[in-house]
């Protein structure tokens, strides 16, 4: 079956024609047919680990198991999430990210400090300034975060055509589930992982680039399973069962089969030249029809994806190894401050009888009084707002990239966006690109 890219058939535009085919048989006969099937399928060796590639695939029934879908209703199965925080995990997980940092962690050990003994100087001329930079600082992630929201919901909102019972319907990508008959266009994103069964291609070919996944920016070709049996496209959702294994992170790796209905019983081997992964967009080609396979975070997109976590540039760990140096200085001049108090209280003191006897400073209690007294005196050679600094000037820089007209493209109508402005300054320490002959930047 081909589609013809004529306007007066279909909703996406294409007129059905069932007297052409595609692709020649992989096989003389069945029997052959299921000997490939057979030895694939077999147990294999991968990278010194043994991988069972049957006991532990996916049964996924093409057009999708309407039985289960209206007990369970409609789930966001194709969801994607790259935030880092939820509103409940927000202020904890903050916190804690926050706290890692020298000057935050030695500002609340000075606090706490200043509340347990009698300290010299108020305990809010350390608690107000820290709660001020640790507010700031987190409204300034939790923006970011907040924008990683909005840009996951364009993404999870986009429109997806599919075909459910033979019918072509217009749904969210958040909601297209395994089994899904999945409609892409020239010049579209995939929205999940497909198999392959239907292209405008007289040949059965769909044209693809993956700069998005390996940054190969030379077109690919993928092709319908060979042999496919023709059938008119509001019966495809009954053409039978996709067995493939679990999702792994591996682009270049898929095993599976189509398991044909009918008395038949046919099976057709699936590889990696008859999926279409997610983040790939179709060139050259009018229109493809998939079986969605993977959807969401078990694409192999988001597999491969990292977890968002805070990341640090290389000029805050300078900034923390200067931080424990002036720590360790100070420590050093608290120390002899304390000797000199000891020195007056042991030889000055009971010289002069006006003061009264001098304390007992060979006690724990008086030792420690003195000692962190002293400290809270001297805990300012640390400048609290550091940290605060260093982050309104990445925000004011990051907003300058935005702004930067050098950086914006008037072809696609784009700007310059920060995601993470936490690494802003490692943008200038770029010396050198290196790129192979297909421009991927290493």
């Known amino acids: 079956m081909n589609f013809v890219g004529r306007h007066d058939h ?31 399928l077999s147990w294999k060796w991968h990278k010194g680990s043994r991988v069972s590639t049957i006991n532990d695939w996916l049964q996924i029934k093409i057009g999708g198991d309407e039985e289960v879908k209206k007990k369970k209703g409609r789930q966001q199965l194709n969801r994607i999430k790259s935030t880092k925080y939820t509103l409940i995990t927000f202020l904890p997980q903050n916190l804690l990210e926050q ?23 108020s305990p809010l001329t350390s608690l107000l300034p820290l709660v001020f930079v640790i507010a700031v600082t987190a409204a300034k992630q939790g923006y970011e975060d907040f924008l990683r929201y909005k ?13 459910r019972n033979g019918v072509e319907a217009n749904i969210q990508s958040q909601y297209v589930c395994p089994g899904d008959l999945v409609v892409v266009e020239r010049d579209c994103d995939v929205p999940c992982d497909l198999v392959l069964l239907r292209s405008t291609d007289p040949h059965g070919k ?15 070709t993928l092709m319908v399973p060979r042999d496919l049996p ?21 682009l270049y790796s898929f095993n599976g089969k189509i398991e044909l209905a009918g008395g038949e019983g046919r099976v057709l081997p699936l590889s990696t030249d008859n999926v279409l992964l997610r983040g790939s967009r179709v060139k050259n080609t009018e229109c493809v029809i998939g079986c969605a396979v ?8 988001q597999l491969n994806s990292r977890l968002t976590r805070n990341k640090s540039a290389s000029s805050e ?17 608290v120390t002899m401050f304390y000797f000199f108090k000891r020195y007056e209280e042991i030889f000055v003191i009971p010289k002069l009888a006006y003061l009264g006897p001098a304390a007992d400073g060979y006690s724990v209690k008086q030792f420690l009084q003195d000692y962190l007294s ?36 008037e072809a696609t109508d784009e700007h310059f966006i920060v995601n993470t402005s936490n690494l802003n300054e490692e943008l200038g320490q770029i010396n050198i690109l290196f790129s192979d002959k297909t421009g991927t930047l290493t």
Not at 317 to 333: D, P, S
């Open 10 to 40: 279909l909703a996406g535009g294409y007129r059905r024609v069932n007297t052409a085919t595609y692709g020649f048989p992989l096989f003389n006969n069945t029997d052959e047919s299921k000997a490939f099937v057979k030895d694939s």
């Open 99 to 121: 706290f890692r940092r020298i000057a935050n962690f030695y500002f609340l050990i000075m606090t706490i400090i200043s509340l347990l003994i009698d300290s010299p100087v």
């Open 151 to 163: 840009t996951d919901n364009v993404v999870n909102r986009s429109p997806v055509t599919v075909i």
């Open 206 to 220: 769909c044209f693809i680039t993956t700069a998005n996944l390996d940054g190969e920016s030379n077109l690919k």
């Open 230 to 250: 023709l059938v008119d496209i509001n019966q495809l959702h009954k053409l039978g069962v996709i067995e493939c294994e679990n999702p792994k992170t591996d």
């Open 294 to 301: 993977y959807t969401g975070m078990t694409t192999k997109l």
């Open 317 to 333: 760990i300078y900034v923390n190894r200067f931080l424990v140096v002036v720590l360790m200085l100070m420590i050093g001049i």
């Open 374 to 409: 002293f400290l809270i005196l001297f805990n300012y050679l640390i400048p609290i707002s550091l940290y605060v600094t260093i982050e309104l000037q990445r925000g004011i820089s990051g907003l300058f990239m935005e702004w930067d007209l050098q950086l914006y493209d």
